[in-house]
């Protein structure tokens, strides 16, 4: 979404000035187009030698360059700009964006952008809290400027302090929230996926499970993301995350049941679904309130087993017309004709066949080899091999163009 976008990046006079070269780097590997406006302050902080040779354009800083005399237009940049960030924005930068005092090539470029400004607020705890600063912060909220805030993350929110910048990736994901939502091929669009393995308890500290690592749903879920839509993952126990946890909602769930329920609660909004999830197929009838003791039993137990409900087929039954389903097949054999099968009795729109037999597909692996088999046409597309990723990429392209071809 990024790619070809023209960023300025405006960088002012504080010590996190030195985070600005990721978030920069970031941009640039994303395909962007950056432009660096330094204030005075901002070069103590960080030299524009690095700042120009990482965005491969000169630094702007002054609004003369001194030796050839040759003007910088600020209202050229600001007109040039697809989205404006600065990062970090101290308090007096604040300040001058909020009343307008132009002395600088930054504040001026500001006070001409048309595009969308994006701030990451940097300085001290007492700064920030300072009613001058939440007074400005709140002003520039009002033209409609996007505040930055780090997120809290694993830490206590005592530990981050307030006035820390936002982390460069957070930053990146704003940005690129803002461009899938504005521009992405499934904006406004409601994606719900089922990812990972299930878990069935045969007593507190044991389970019967399988080896999905969830890494395909979850590829899927930030393909979607990338392209605007509004995510829901149902996870099994997984360790994977999405890139972007502000973009992918995660409802954790344990076993078939629980996310079988999970799954119905939100099925009704979804437009497209997608069941990626290794849930197993059967569960213990009686799963045990305490540890199994060994030495309590003579012989081997046996663990009685139940079917576990089949969450595509349930939900495939009340699929409704303006709703795309795309289940998954794991085979061992006959991979093709199990995929067709299973596409009409859970009637999917689409089904996602991997077969254990070709090497570099299934379970824990970065990389998949897929067939796609659409119901509507009955074709077979068969993909070569990818990462998951790059998969992700090619089934939503394939629910994109079934949409096209007149289901919605
Ligand atoms: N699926 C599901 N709920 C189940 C079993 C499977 O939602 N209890 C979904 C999977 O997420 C996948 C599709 O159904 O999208 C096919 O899963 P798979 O395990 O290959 O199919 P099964 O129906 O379990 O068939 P089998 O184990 O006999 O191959």
Excluded: C
């Amino acid at each position: 979404m990024l790619k070809g976008k023209h960023i300025v990046l405006g960088i002012t006079g504080g010590i996190a000035a030195y985070k600005s070269v990721m978030l920069l780097r970031l941009l640039v590997k994303a395909g962007a187009e950056v432009q660096i406006v330094i204030t005075p302050a901002g070069k103590e902080f960080i030299t524009p030698v690095t700042l120009s040779a990482l965005s491969g354009k000169p630094v702007i800083s002054e609004f003369f360059t001194a030796n050839t005399g040759e003007w910088h237009s600020h209202v050229d940049i600001g007109l040039w700009a697809d989205a404006m960030v600065i990062a970090p924005a101290t308090a007096s930068s604040i300040a001058k964006m909020a009343n307008g005092v132009a002395d600088n090539m930054l504040i001026t470029t500001y006070l001409s952008a048309k595009a969308p400004v994006f701030l990451a607020p940097a300085m001290d705890l007492d700064m920030m809290a300072h009613p001058s600063t939440q007074r400005n912060i709140a002003t520039l909220r009002s033209y409609g400027n996007h505040i930055i805030e780090p997120a809290e993350g694993e830490l206590a929110s005592h530990l981050v302090g307030k006035g820390r910048m936002a982390e460069p990736q957070e930053i990146f994901n704003t940005l690129a929230r803002y461009f899938a939502a504005k521009e992405g091929s499934l904006r406004g669009r409601k994606v719900l996926i089922t990812a990972g393995p299930t878990y069935e308890r045969i007593d507190p500290v044991r389970f019967i499970g399988n080896f999905s690592t969830g890494k395909m749903g979850y590829a899927i879920a930030d393909e979607a993301a990338a392209r605007g839509a509004d995510v829901t993952i149902v996870s099994g126990p997984v360790a994977v995350r999405p890139s972007d946890s502000e973009a992918v909602k995660v409802v954790s769930v344990e076993s078939a049941r629980e996310m079988l329920t999970a799954t119905q609660e939100r099925v009704a909004d979804a437009d497209i679904v997608i069941l990626a999830a290794a849930v197993a197929d059967y569960a213990p009838a009686h799963p045990a309130d305490h540890k199994i003791k060994r030495e309590k039993s003579a012989d081997a137990p046996t663990i009685e087993l139940v079917k576990n409900p089949d969450i595509a087929r349930t939900l495939g039954a009340e699929k409704r017309d303006n709703q795309i389903f795309v289940g998954f097949a794991l085979e061992t054999d006959d991979a093709d004709a199990n995929g067709r099968a299973k596409l009409v009795a859970k009637n999917l729109d689409m089904i996602v066949v991997n077969s254990l037999a070709d090497a570099g597909a299934g379970f824990g692996t970065d990389t998949n080899v897929v067939t796609i088999i659409d119901a509507a046409t009955g074709s077979a597309r068969r993909f070569p091999l990818k990462s998951k990723r790059a998969v992700a990429a090619d089934i939503l392209d394939a629910v994109e163009s079934a949409q096209s071809a007149g289901k919605q």
